[in-house]
């Protein structure tokens, strides 16, 4: 069974840095595709980052701000957050496909005030 659990979130001030990490219950080796995705209120749930087979791409909204990070030593996803604006904010959900299937994460809470 995979598990992962998000940390990192909490309230910050327009301008202000996050980094949130996924810890990841098994090795990153096998697994090809992970990423970050956010829900703010009232919206659908959102691609943020991705890396796919070694590819990393980002949403338009936080290209040249946010940068996701795979470290394989230590089983995590983290997301730096940069420049943050009050549109960042949402539950912030780590994804990953591997072993047979794709699992979430319970998700943290980022709120970005203005």
């Known amino acids: 069974q995979v598990h992962l659990v998000e940390s990192g979130g909490g309230l910050v001030q327009a301008g202000g840095s996050l980094r949130l990490s996924c810890g990841v219950s098994v090795s990153l080796f096998p697994i090809n595709v992970m990423g970050w995705y956010r829900q703010a209120p009232g919206k659908q749930r959102e691609l943020v980052a991705l890396?796919?087979?070694?590819?990393?791409s980002y949403a338009d909204s936080v290209k040249g701000r946010f940068t996701i990070f795979r470290d394989n030593a230590r089983n995590t996803l983290d997301l730096q957050m940069n420049s943050l604006k009050p549109e960042d904010t949402g539950v912030y959900y780590c994804?990953?496909?591997?072993?047979?299937?794709?699992?979430w994460g319970n998700g943290t809470l980022v709120t970005v005030s203005s």
């Open positions: 890396i796919s087979s070694g590819r990393i």
């Open positions: 994804n990953v496909v591997g072993y047979g299937t794709g699992y």
